[in-house]
């Protein structure tokens, strides 16, 4: 990529962000810490990645995405309406009553949405599935899918890991969102999931580490994942990241897993991320 293409995903992730506190401001609850670690890849898939159309989201050669983690839905939406798929200004209608911006992802309800997730570990499930679909019917379909580390203590996460290695699923890559946090704690206090390298290894998987907030180890690892087609092996990503980030008060602050900020946090979150973008911007126009 050029100079010029990483700082306009840059931009457009910090908008994505941007997107993520108005909805859950507006909302007044949410979870705005592992949707914002999560603003770089989505960012990247949606917008360098995938073979989607806003103007028809259901086409059925499309590639697939399913936010397993699903109360990260701010995420999902924000980067989905920086897309096109829906209008930005609707964002801060999240949770409301009458809105088609739910909690977690509702694919009957919001445009770009391919799956309705939010129970923890059964959406990597779904996506296997989905590959596994894609590869019989000859299509061309890639499916990717975003878990968070918290969310791999699901054991059915585990189960659909093997179901994934033993179809030699080489369309699907699965994303895990290592920040270390999750609603009781550090993950690796709650329950340990490490060395999961290995463990990724051992059930079969391409598993590539990289720094999740990165545009250039996510151009690397997406490069590999295209590498793997034909491979029989099933991709994964493991994504370290910043949770919160973005915003100065809210990274690696396990409080800020599940509630929404204030009038005087949002003021704080939106005046960071407009000063981060508009030097990103001013950095683009030398």
Request: hydrophobic share 35%; aromatic share 8%; proline share 4%.
């Given at each position: 990529m050029t100079k010029a293409e990483v700082l306009q995903l840059k931009m457009t992730a910090t908008r994505v962000r941007m997107g993520i506190i108005e909805a859950t401001h507006g909302a007044k609850c949410g979870h705005p810490g592992g949707s914002l670690s999560a603003a770089d890849v989505l960012t990247y898939l949606y917008f360098k990645v995938m073979n989607v159309d806003t103007e028809n989201p259901k086409d059925p050669l499309r590639d697939r995405f399913v936010l397993s983690k699903g109360h990260c839905a701010p995420a999902l939406y924000a980067t989905l309406a920086e897309r096109g798929f829906f209008p930005v200004r609707d964002l801060p209608t999240l949770r409301h009553d009458?809105?088609?911006?739910?909690?977690?992802?509702?694919?009957?309800?919001?445009?770009?949405?391919?799956?309705?997730t939010g129970?923890?570990?059964?959406?990597?499930?779904?996506?296997?599935?989905?590959?596994?679909?894609?590869?019989?019917?000859?299509?061309?379909?890639?499916?990717?899918?975003?878990?968070?580390?918290?969310?791999?203590?699901?054991?059915?996460?585990?189960?659909?890991f093997m179901f994934a290695s033993h179809y030699k699923l080489d369309n699907l890559c699965i994303m895990v969102d290592v920040n270390g946090l999750q609603i009781d704690g550090p993950t690796g206090k709650v329950m340990s999931s490490e060395p999961l390298d290995q463990k990724m290894d051992a059930f079969g998987f391409n598993t590539i580490v990289c720094n999740g907030n990165s545009v250039s180890e996510l151009e690397q690892a997406f490069i590999l994942f295209d590498r793997a087609h034909g491979s029989g092996k099933p991709t994964c990503f493991l994504l370290h990241t910043t949770k919160g980030l973005g915003v100065s008060y809210m990274e690696n602050q396990v409080d800020w897993h599940g509630k929404a900020p204030n009038d005087d946090e949002y003021t704080q979150a939106m005046a960071e991320l407009h000063q981060a973008y508009d030097l990103l911007e001013k950095e683009a126009q030398r």
């Amino acid at each position: 990529m050029t100079k010029a293409e990483v700082l306009q995903l840059k931009m457009t992730a910090t908008r994505v962000r941007m997107g993520i506190i108005e909805a859950t401001h507006g909302a007044k609850c949410g979870h705005p810490g592992g949707s914002l670690s999560a603003a770089d890849v989505l960012t990247y898939l949606y917008f360098k990645v995938m073979n989607v159309d806003t103007e028809n989201p259901k086409d059925p050669l499309r590639d697939r995405f399913v936010l397993s983690k699903g109360h990260c839905a701010p995420a999902l939406y924000a980067t989905l309406a920086e897309r096109g798929f829906f209008p930005v200004r609707d964002l801060p209608t999240l949770r409301h009553d009458g809105s088609y911006l739910e909690g977690h992802p509702n694919m009957n309800t919001v445009p770009g949405v391919d799956m309705s997730t939010g129970s923890l570990g059964q959406g990597v499930s779904t996506a296997c599935g989905m590959a596994l679909a894609a590869k019989m019917q000859k299509s061309g379909v890639n499916v990717f899918t975003l878990l968070g580390d918290g969310e791999i203590e699901e054991g059915q996460c585990w189960e659909a890991f093997m179901f994934a290695s033993h179809y030699k699923l080489d369309n699907l890559c699965i994303m895990v969102d290592v920040n270390g946090l999750q609603i009781d704690g550090p993950t690796g206090k709650v329950m340990s999931s490490e060395p999961l390298d290995q463990k990724m290894d051992a059930f079969g998987f391409n598993t590539i580490v990289c720094n999740g907030n990165s545009v250039s180890e996510l151009e690397q690892a997406f490069i590999l994942f295209d590498r793997a087609h034909g491979s029989g092996k099933p991709t994964c990503f493991l994504l370290h990241t910043t949770k919160g980030l973005g915003v100065s008060y809210m990274e690696n602050q396990v409080d800020w897993h599940g509630k929404a900020p204030n009038d005087d946090e949002y003021t704080q979150a939106m005046a960071e991320l407009h000063q981060a973008y508009d030097l990103l911007e001013k950095e683009a126009q030398r």
